[in-house]
C-alpha cells in the first residue's frame, strides 16, 4: 500500500496531537470516511498503516485525501496535504469552490459524473467553507462589468424559458427523485443555459434575473445529485449556484440554496457545519427580504441544525417561528417559484425530523402522521415515501411493530417510479429495525422484508 520516504513525517504526527487522537482512532475514523466512497482498498486501514506513515512510508491515491478529510472533520477546519507532508508535485490540490470562474464551471457541470466510481469524489470540507464577508459584493461587482462574448441579445423571453424548465424539472424531481431527469438537466445547463449567459443584457434587471433562474437550476442540479446519494457531486453544484446567486444579487435565493447545503450537511452528519450554513441563510437580507413561505423553509432547517448540535431549548424556538412563518403565507404572495413545495406537509416532515433528534417521538409521530395526511402523495411521491419510511422508524422505536410495519407497506407503495437515493436509504433503515422482528418469528415483518429487498432493487 505504501513506498518508503526518507524521514519520519513530523507533520502527520503533529496533526495527529492536535487531533487528540490514537493511531487505532484515527484508523477507525479513515475507514468510515473511506467507505463514503467506495474505497475499498482502503477500509482494510489499521493502526499499523497509520504507524508506518507516520514512520515516512507514503500511502498511495486516494489515502492521502481520504486522510486529510478524515483530520479536517476531525478538527473542523481544512487539513491540507501539505500540512500532513504528503503533498507532490503531481498531488491535487482542492481550489476554493467559491472562485471558479461561473461561465466556465457551468460550461464543464456534468464533467466526471459519469466516471464517478473511478475518481472515488469525496465529499470535503475543503469545498465546505463559506466565502468571507466581502466576497458577496466582490462577485456581484465583477458580473456587472464582465464583458459579453456574444453580439446576441437576452431577453425577457429568453428568461421566463429558463424559469419554465426549472418548473419542469422541480415538479419532475418531486415526483420521481433526483436519480430522474438529472442528465437532461445537466445538459440544458451547460448548452442553452451558458450560451445565455454568455450574451449581451439590454439592461441589468435582465441581466439579474437570467443569473437568479440559472442559478435556481444549478440549484436544483445540486439537489437532485443530493437526492441521489451523490454528494460529492452535489456539493460543488451547491456551490456554483450560490456562486450565481451572487452575481444575480438576490440574497433570498442564496439563503435558500445555503439551506439546502446545510440540510445535505445534516444528513450526512456533519451537525456543526450544517448549523453554519443553515445561521448564514438566515442573515441579513437572505431571511429579511425572504417570502414569509421560504423564511418558514430556512428557519425549519436552522431549528434541525440546532437540535443536532444540542441547542434543545433554540430548536424549539425555531420550530415555533417557522411555523408562524409559514401561517403568514397567503394565496397571491409575490414568491419565487421555486418554494411551491413548501407546504404545511413539508413543515410537518422537517418538524418531525427536528423533533425525532430531540428525543421526542410521540410529537414526531404525529408530525409524521399530519405530514401524510396533508400532502398530495402522487406530485409528491418522493418525499412522501421517505416521509412514511421515517414515520414507521419513530413507531417502532417506540414499539409500535404493526403501525410501523403498516406505514413502511405505504412507504414501499409510494416509491412505484421513484428513483431516489434518499427514499433508498428509507428501505435500508427499515430492513436494519425489521432484523430483529423478523429473528423472533414475525412473519409480516419477514413479508415486508421481501418486498424491500425487491423495491431496492429499482430505487435507486
Same mark, same amino acid.
Given at each position: 500500500?505504501?513506498?518508503?520516504?526518507?524521514?519520519?513525517?513530523?507533520?502527520?504526527?503533529?496533526?495527529?496531537?492536535?487531533?487528540?487522537?490514537?493511531?487505532?482512532?484515527?484508523?477507525?475514523?479513515?475507514?468510515?470516511?473511506?467507505?463514503?466512497?467506495?474505497?475499498?482498498?482502503?477500509?482494510?486501514?489499521?493502526?499499523?498503516?497509520?504507524?508506518?506513515?507516520?514512520?515516512?512510508?507514503?500511502?498511495?491515491?486516494?489515502?492521502?485525501?481520504?486522510?486529510?478529510?478524515?483530520?479536517?472533520?476531525?478538527?473542523?477546519?481544512?487539513?491540507?496535504?501539505?500540512?500532513?507532508?504528503?503533498?507532490?508535485?503531481?498531488?491535487?490540490?482542492?481550489?476554493?469552490?467559491?472562485?471558479?470562474?461561473?461561465?466556465?464551471?457551468?460550461?464543464?457541470?456534468?464533467?466526471?459524473?459519469?466516471?464517478?466510481?473511478?475518481?472515488?469524489?469525496?465529499?470535503?470540507?475543503?469545498?465546505?467553507?463559506?466565502?468571507?464577508?466581502?466576497?458577496?459584493?466582490?462577485?456581484?461587482?465583477?458580473?456587472?462589468?464582465?464583458?459579453?462574448?456574444?453580439?446576441?441579445?437576452?431577453?425577457?423571453?429568453?428568461?421566463?424559458?429558463?424559469?419554465?424548465?426549472?418548473?419542469?424539472?422541480?415538479?419532475?424531481?418531486?415526483?420521481?427523485?433526483?436519480?430522474?431527469?438529472?442528465?437532461?438537466?445537466?445538459?440544458?445547463?451547460?448548452?442553452?443555459?451558458?450560451?445565455?449567459?454568455?450574451?449581451?443584457?439590454?439592461?441589468?434587471?435582465?441581466?439579474?434575473?437570467?443569473?437568479?433562474?440559472?442559478?435556481?437550476?444549478?440549484?436544483?442540479?445540486?439537489?437532485?445529485?443530493?437526492? #441521489?446519494?451523490? &454528494?460529492? @457531486? *452535489?456539493?460543488?453544484?451547491?456551490? /456554483?449556484?450560490?456562486?450565481? =446567486? +451572487? !452575481? %444575480?444579487?438576490?440574497?433570498?435565493?442564496?439563503?435558500?440554496?445555503?439551506?439546502?447545503?446545510?440540510?445535505?450537511?445534516?444528513?450526512?452528519?456533519?451537525?456543526?457545519?450544517?448549523?453554519?450554513?443553515?445561521?448564514?441563510?438566515?442573515?441579513?437580507?437572505?431571511?429579511?427580504?425572504?417570502?414569509?413561505?421560504?423564511?418558514?423553509?430556512?428557519?425549519?432547517?436552522?431549528?434541525?441544525?440546532?437540535?443536532?448540535?444540542?441547542?434543545?431549548?433554540?430548536?424549539?424556538?425555531?420550530?415555533?417561528?417557522?411555523?408562524?412563518?409559514?401561517?403568514?403565507?397567503?394565496?397571491?404572495?409575490?414568491?419565487?417559484?421555486?418554494?411551491?413545495?413548501?407546504?404545511?406537509? #413539508?413543515?410537518? &416532515?422537517? @418538524? *418531525?425530523?427536528?423533533?425525532?433528534? /430531540?428525543?421526542?417521538?410521540? =410529537? +414526531? !409521530? %404525529?408530525?409524521?402522521?399530519?405530514?401524510?395526511?396533508?400532502?398530495?402523495?402522487?406530485?409528491?411521491?418522493?418525499?412522501?415515501?421517505?416521509?412514511?419510511?421515517?414515520?414507521?422508524?419513530?413507531?417502532?422505536?417506540?414499539?409500535?411493530?404493526?403501525?410501523?410495519?403498516?406505514?413502511?407497506?405505504?412507504?414501499?407503495?409510494?416509491?412505484?417510479?421513484?428513483?431516489?437515493?434518499?427514499?433508498?436509504?428509507?428501505?435500508?433503515?427499515?430492513?436494519?429495525?425489521?432484523?430483529?422482528?423478523?429473528?423472533?418469528?414475525?412473519?409480516?415483518?419477514?413479508?415486508?422484508?421481501?418486498?424491500?429487498?425487491?423495491?431496492?432493487?429499482?430505487?435507486?
Amino acid at each position: 500500500m505504501a513506498r518508503r520516504l526518507r524521514r519520519r513525517n513530523t507533520q502527520l504526527e503533529a496533526v495527529l496531537r492536535e487531533a487528540g487522537w490514537s493511531q487505532e482512532k484515527l484508523a477507525a475514523h479513515f475507514r468510515i470516511v473511506a467507505a463514503e466512497i467506495g474505497a475499498l482498498e482502503c477500509r482494510t486501514v489499521t493502526r499499523s498503516h497509520v504507524s508506518q506513515w507516520i514512520a515516512g512510508s507514503r500511502p498511495k491515491d486516494p489515502a492521502p485525501r481520504i486522510l486529510c478529510e478524515t483530520l479536517s472533520r476531525r478538527l473542523r477546519r481544512i487539513v491540507t496535504l501539505d500540512e500532513v507532508g504528503l503533498l507532490t508535485d503531481g498531488a491535487e490540490q482542492t481550489a476554493p469552490a467559491w472562485e471558479a470562474d461561473t461561465l466556465t464551471a457551468l460550461a464543464r457541470l456534468g464533467d466526471g459524473d459519469m466516471d464517478m466510481n473511478r475518481r472515488q469524489a469525496l465529499y470535503s470540507m475543503a469545498g465546505a467553507a463559506l466565502p468571507s464577508d466581502t466576497w458577496w459584493a466582490e462577485k456581484l461587482d465583477r458580473a456587472q462589468q464582465r464583458p459579453a462574448l456574444s453580439k446576441r441579445l437576452v431577453t425577457a423571453d429568453d428568461v421566463e424559458s429558463v424559469r419554465e424548465m426549472m418548473t419542469f424539472f422541480s415538479r419532475r424531481d418531486q415526483r420521481y427523485g433526483g436519480r430522474a431527469g438529472r442528465p437532461t438537466l445537466v445538459t440544458y445547463l451547460r448548452t442553452d443555459v451558458a450560451d445565455l449567459l454568455l450574451r449581451r443584457f439590454p439592461a441589468e434587471d435582465v441581466r439579474r434575473s437570467l443569473f437568479a433562474a440559472a442559478s435556481e437550476l444549478v440549484y436544483l442540479a445540486g439537489w437532485m445529485a443530493f437526492d #441521489a446519494s451523490q &454528494h460529492a @457531486t *452535489a456539493q460543488p453544484n451547491f456551490s /456554483l449556484a450560490v456562486t450565481l =446567486a +451572487a !452575481e %444575480a444579487g438576490d440574497a433570498p435565493l442564496a439563503g435558500h440554496i445555503l439551506r439546502a447545503m446545510a440540510h445535505q450537511a445534516l444528513d450526512l452528519g456533519h451537525g456543526d457545519l450544517a448549523l453554519s450554513y443553515a445561521s448564514a441563510s438566515l442573515s441579513d437580507r437572505r431571511y429579511g427580504q425572504a417570502s414569509p413561505r421560504e423564511k418558514a423553509l430556512l428557519g425549519v432547517i436552522h431549528a434541525r441544525s440546532l437540535a443536532t448540535t444540542g441547542q434543545k431549548a433554540d430548536a424549539r424556538t425555531a420550530l415555533m417561528r417557522a411555523e408562524n412563518d409559514l401561517r403568514r403565507a397567503e394565496p397571491g404572495d409575490d414568491e419565487p417559484g421555486r418554494v411551491w413545495f413548501f407546504t404545511e406537509a #413539508a413543515l410537518a &416532515h422537517e @418538524t *418531525a425530523r427536528t423533533l425525532t433528534v /430531540l428525543g421526542d417521538l410521540k =410529537a +414526531a !409521530e %404525529a408530525e409524521f402522521q399530519r405530514s401524510v395526511r396533508t400532502r398530495k402523495a402522487q406530485p409528491f411521491a418522493r418525499t412522501h415515501s421517505v416521509t412514511l419510511g421515517y414515520l414507521g422508524n419513530v413507531q417502532i422505536r417506540q414499539g409500535q411493530v404493526d403501525a410501523a410495519c403498516a406505514s413502511w407497506t405505504d412507504a414501499l407503495d409510494a416509491m412505484q417510479g421513484v428513483q431516489s437515493g434518499r427514499a433508498r436509504d428509507t428501505v435500508i433503515q427499515m430492513r436494519r429495525a425489521l432484523s430483529p422482528v423478523i429473528r423472533r418469528g414475525g412473519r409480516t415483518a419477514a413479508e415486508l422484508d421481501q418486498q424491500a429487498r425487491a423495491v431496492l432493487s429499482r430505487v435507486g
